[in-house]
């Protein structure tokens, strides 16, 4: 039987039968590697996300974590979970061998995690946070910081998180108030509150790294003045053991509609419940220069935007496979044509709008998970590409690209949740079928790590202007080179090719016309309509792309992929039309709408 948490034959045609990853072994980092230690990798990955992650999903939601005042208590399952995935090396997938870990092409680790978020996306939670932790402090730290605090989070032994938010500036950075005094010793104090910080507090490990952002006093105001620190929940002794507890203290755990595995707490920095060495405030180590704490955290938020990315697509996948099992085994209904009511029943699968909702499932949920393995090997290609261009052309792509794959999953695999609950017709709102859990996990992504309308803005307001228009003229380079190829297929792909390069070229002249308005208040305010617009145009390339090599290839799974474009092309890219009209328009709708109208 097929799994039900992901498709393994589409993870293979993804990887090897188009973004070609086996061909990453010839580069000296991958040397070690062979596309059998990558399929061995992906066995690996789903052996344990099917018998350690997915048995106690649904034991997480209706079980989840407790604080008594002192201590968090997390399903016993969690830890096991977690152990199985450090022990089998997986924080330290893409790491460098020195470190501990195995060199893997960021590819391929994608998919191997997309197994754990899509069996467990709570527990997936604890080690994918800790992941972009170790890589931040890997990236800006110290050697001894290294030593200190990224070892023992390969090895599992320390988890880590991200601190940014507070309870009065959520996703305005710019109004973090917590501060960090510097003491002279080379550490400083932090003092202040965090919130909504996942993973912020458990006994799942023997210590927890904290990234903090805070300011020290006489910094400039804004996000100008903010710096990173390194705050551990127990300071460590110079033998490497663990030392005293530090202060930061859990004041609470937030209860939230889903993803209910993984904590999510509130923090507070130097209120005295601790005191050590005997003085005020968190022990914080200072991570690079000051006042450029944002700059470092964005490489953790810029990974865990592709990540949250992953784990939208990774259930939208999954609530797909869940809903298509059920389609074919659920009989109930006779064919249309049928008018006699003693003739048997068929399958609801039978039933066009049933086979337009599953394939709706099928074109989102498909079409994401090629676009996040697709911003893997841009990621490999960064770090490994033959030429400083190749690297800085792929780094270029992966900024453009980053608020499409966080927040086009993120809408778009949870229509597919929605999807799969109407396949169930009843019974999928209900908590004995797990379809009604995986919305209620994937409704947190669009908020996490940046809101679609903050993806907007950083779409529209940055990245496609930034160099002189440098990373839209590059994705459009790429897309004229399938455009290309497909004309030169011939046929309904060629057809589809044409539509491809109308709408690319059309999101080109809008944003330029945009940008030539001087309107810029108007502009912004209709970003998350551009920002969806081009979303749209980009997962039209990514399904062309998956057609071109599908094409001519015999059998099912190929026909369900070109038939999956089709429906793309007929159905979902014609709706970027009003879009991008509305944007033209300049309309001023939301922008003059007035707070005491409503």
């Known amino acids: 039987m097929s799994s039900?948490?992901?498709?393994?034959?589409d993870l293979d045609f993804l990887l090897f039968e188009w973004l070609g990853v086996d061909e990453l072994t010839k580069r000296e980092r991958f040397a070690e590697h062979s596309r059998d230690t990558f399929e061995d990798i992906l066995d690996l990955a789903e052996l344990i996300a099917t018998?350690?992650?997915?048995?106690?999903?649904?034991?997480?939601?209706?079980?989840?974590?407790?604080?008594?005042?002192?201590?968090?208590?997390?399903?016993?399952?969690?830890?096991?979970?977690?152990?199985?995935?450090?022990?089998?090396?997986?924080?330290?997938?893409?790491?460098d061998e020195e470190v501990g870990g195995m060199q893997l092409p960021s590819s391929v680790a994608f998919a191997a995690f997309a197994w754990f978020a899509a069996a467990n996306v709570g527990s997936a939670g604890y080690p994918m946070l800790t992941m972009g932790?170790?890589?931040?402090?890997?990236?800006?730290?110290?050697?001894?910081?290294?030593?200190?605090?990224?070892?023992?989070?390969?090895?599992g032994r320390y988890f880590g998180t991200m601190c940014l938010s507070e309870p009065q500036a959520g996703s305005s950075l710019a109004d973090v108030a917590t501060r960090a005094e510097e003491v002279g010793d080379g550490t400083y104090r932090l003092f202040g509150n965090k919130m909504w910080i996942s993973g912020g507090d458990h006994e799942l490990t023997e210590n927890i790294v904290h990234l903090v952002l805070a300011r020290i006093p006489g910094s400039p105001a804004g996000v100008k003045g903010l710096s990173l620190f390194i705050v551990p929940k127990y300071l460590i002794n110079e033998d490497g053991s663990r030392g005293e507890r530090n202060d930061v203290a859990l004041a609470g755990l937030n209860h939230k509609m889903g993803q209910r595995g993984i904590t999510n707490t509130l923090l507070n920095f130097g209120e005295g419940i601790y005191s050590p060495g005997g003085q005020a405030g968190a022990?914080?180590?200072?991570?690079?220069?000051?006042?450029?704490?944002?700059?470092?955290?964005?490489?953790?938020?810029n990974e865990a935007r592709i990540a949250v990315g992953m784990g939208a697509t990774s259930l939208g996948y999954t609530g797909y496979l869940h809903?298509?099992?059920?389609?074919?085994?659920?009989?109930?209904?006779?064919?249309?044509?049928?008018?006699?009511?003693?003739?048997?029943?068929?399958?609801?699968?039978?039933?066009?709008d049933v086979r337009r909702m599953l394939l709706a499932q099928k074109a989102y949920a498909e079409g994401a998970m090629a676009l996040t393995l697709y911003c893997g090997r841009l990621v490999d290609e960064q770090h490994t590409g033959a030429t400083e261009e190749d690297r800085r052309n792929a780094e270029l792509l992966l900024d453009l690209l980053?608020?499409?794959?966080?927040?086009?999953?993120?809408?778009?695999?949870?229509?597919?949740?929605?999807?799969?609950?109407?396949?169930?017709?009843?019974?999928?709102?209900?908590?004995?079928?797990?379809?009604?859990?995986?919305?209620?996990?994937?409704?947190?992504?669009?908020?996490?790590?940046?809101?679609?309308?903050?993806?907007?803005?950083?779409?529209?307001?940055?990245?496609?202007?930034?160099?002189?228009?440098?990373?839209?003229?590059?994705?459009?380079?790429?897309?004229?080179?399938?455009?290309?190829?497909?004309?030169?297929?011939?046929?309904?792909?060629?057809?589809?090719?044409?539509?491809?390069?109308?709408?690319?070229?059309?999101?080109?002249?809008?944003?330029?016309?945009?940008?030539?308005?001087?309107?810029?208040?108007?502009?912004?305010?209709?970003?998350?309509?551009?920002?969806?617009?081009?979303?749209h145009i980009v997962l039209a390339w990514i399904w062309l792309?998956?057609?071109?090599?599908?094409?001519?290839n015999p059998g099912d799974f190929y026909q369900g992929k070109l038939q999956a474009a089709r429906y793309f092309f007929a159905t979902e890219l014609p709706k970027t039309g009003p879009q991008i009209a509305l944007l033209r328009s300049l309309d001023r709708t939301s922008l003059d709408m007035q707070a005491n109208w409503f």
């Open 133 to 155: 932790n170790a890589n931040l402090i890997i990236s800006h730290g110290t050697e001894e910081q290294i030593d200190t605090f990224v070892r023992p989070m390969v090895e």
């Open 283 to 301: 022990v914080g180590y200072l991570v690079g220069e000051p006042n450029r704490g944002l700059a470092y955290m964005f490489h953790m938020m």
């Open 545 to 552: 792309e998956q057609a071109e090599a599908a094409a001519g």
């Open 402 to 535: 980053t608020p499409i794959v966080k927040s086009w999953p993120s809408q778009w695999c949870l229509e597919a949740n929605s999807l799969a609950i109407q396949v169930h017709g009843g019974y999928g709102y209900t908590r004995e079928y797990n379809v009604e859990q995986f919305y209620r996990d994937n409704r947190l992504n669009p908020i996490h790590e940046g809101t679609h309308g903050i993806q907007g803005l950083d779409l529209l307001g940055r990245k496609v202007i930034m160099q002189d228009g440098a990373a839209l003229k590059l994705f459009m380079a790429r897309v004229q080179d399938t455009v290309d190829r497909g004309l030169a297929q011939g046929g309904e792909v060629a057809d589809w090719a044409g539509q491809l390069s109308a709408a690319i070229n059309d999101i080109a002249v809008l944003t330029a016309e945009l940008w030539g308005s001087g309107q810029f208040d108007v502009v912004l305010a209709n970003a998350s309509a551009y920002l969806e617009a081009f979303g």
């Open 323 to 352: 809903a298509l099992q059920y389609a074919k085994e659920r009989p109930q209904g006779r064919p249309v044509l049928e008018k006699d009511p003693n003739s048997p029943q068929i399958p609801i699968i039978e039933h066009a």
């Open 51 to 95: 018998n350690d992650f997915a048995p106690h999903n649904k034991k997480n939601d209706s079980n989840e974590p407790t604080f008594d005042g002192t201590t968090v208590t997390t399903n016993p399952e969690v830890a096991a979970a977690v152990k199985k995935f450090s022990e089998a090396g997986f924080i330290g997938s893409t790491m």
């Open 4 to 9: 039900l948490i992901l498709s393994r034959r």
